[in-house]
């Protein structure tokens, strides 16, 4: 009897269950598989360093969480290596309906390619003015920042030193974002009014004077990572002399004043940092050089408690002429960090 009811419910069962063909009819309910996966932004995380190797993945992090607006603006795009783990991002953002905008310079020569192939993604594209350097290596993603050194190039990505920053901050994305649109329309840019002391953005002129004062306000220390400090004594009232002069009065005010530079190849045979060398070790500043067979690229200014993570090399051109975007930083996390990672790459490099 009991086997019997058992068989009959089995047979009850087996006739009633929507088999797989059944889910595929009209009006069935989806089976497991076919229920659609809700897009879920990935957490980016708190403002912090992402130097050297730690900004590719930082770049994807922030693209991949977008769901508004994108917008880049760099100095270098070549195709290849980790870069294009950043230019797939951008893709999916577009195919996931994100608006984005790549603004890039025309200096180099794979550039028009990667813009051209961005665009059959429904990417918006854009050469810069060609009377103007855009020298920048920025990407805003919703109210996400990445600011610093780092070109769209392998180099940069895999083996370079880099100095960049993320900002997690919606009011510091939206300052960007207004010098942004300003250049993709060849307007000028006016900045807003800004009254944080934690985060401070900054473009293009407004550079020199964020460095004399970031220096000019040391009371202890005074760090400068940098590929290269092109000065000319030839030209005594230009903005290099100026935060040259700056970091020799520092030092005149007993403060520990310390200068790593690049010594790659280029720097090294066409003499890039040879004057300001010389004008430094004159000051009494000690001088170190980072390891030749590493391109150190950074262009990172820490002063005490502050640190100016940026794109902008010491040059006429870089401090005068150029397109730039920089971010001034006094949040102690970021600061100890840029402080540890700077001290790290001059217990590598040789004191002059």
């Known amino acids: 009897m009991r086997s019997g009811c058992v068989l009959l419910v089995m047979l009850w069962a087996c006739a ?12 069935a309910p989806p089976g497991p598989d076919e229920l659609p996966v809700p897009w879920v932004p990935p957490d980016v995380g708190d403002t912090r360093a992402v130097n050297d190797r730690d900004f590719t993945d930082a770049a994807v992090l922030a693209i991949d969480a977008a769901e508004v607006e994108i917008r880049v603006a760099e100095y270098l795009l070549y195709e290849g290596g980790q870069v294009d783990q950043i230019l797939d991002a951008l ?66 990505l895999r083996y370079n030193h880099e100095g960049s920053v993320l900002v997690n901050d919606a009011a510091v994305a939206d300052w960007y974002a207004g010098w942004f649109d300003a250049v993709w329309e060849g307007d000028p840019f006016e900045a807003p009014p800004w009254s944080r002391t934690d985060l401070v953005p900054v473009a293009d002129r407004m550079i020199t004077p964020a460095l004399v004062d970031c220096v000019g306000r040391a009371t202890s220390e005074v760090d400068l990572l940098m590929y290269a400090i092109a000065w000319n004594e ?30 790659s190849d280029w720097i090294v045979d066409n003499q890039i940092n040879d004057a300001a060398v010389l004008r430094l070790q004159a000051a009494g500043i000690p001088i170190w050089f980072a390891p030749s067979q590493i391109t150190t690229h950074a262009k990172v200014l820490r002063c005490d408690d502050t640190v100016i993570v940026s794109d902008a090399n010491w040059s006429y051109s870089g401090l005068e002429l150029m397109h730039g975007t920089s971010l001034v930083v006094r949040e102690p996390g970021v600061v100890d960090d840029y402080r540890a990672w700077m001290g790290a790459i001059r217990e590598t490099a040789t004191a002059l």
Do not use: C, M, Q, W
């Open 234 to 263: 030839a030209y005594p009232d230009s903005e290099v002399d100026r935060v040259l002069g700056a970091l020799e009065d520092a030092k005149g005010r007993d403060v520990d004043v310390r200068v790593t530079l690049d010594a």
């Open 91 to 156: 893709e999916r953002a577009a195919e996931r309906d994100v608006f984005v905008r790549v603004l890039a310079d025309e200096e180099g020569d794979g550039t028009a390619s990667v813009l051209h192939d961005l665009g059959l993604s429904g990417i918006e594209t854009r050469l810069d003015d060609p009377t103007v350097t855009l020298h920048n290596k920025l990407i805003l993603a919703d109210g996400v920042a990445l600011v610093g050194s780092h070109n769209f190039t392998n180099s940069a």
């Open 16 to 27: 009633v269950a929507p088999t797989d063909t059944d889910r595929t009819r009209p009006g």
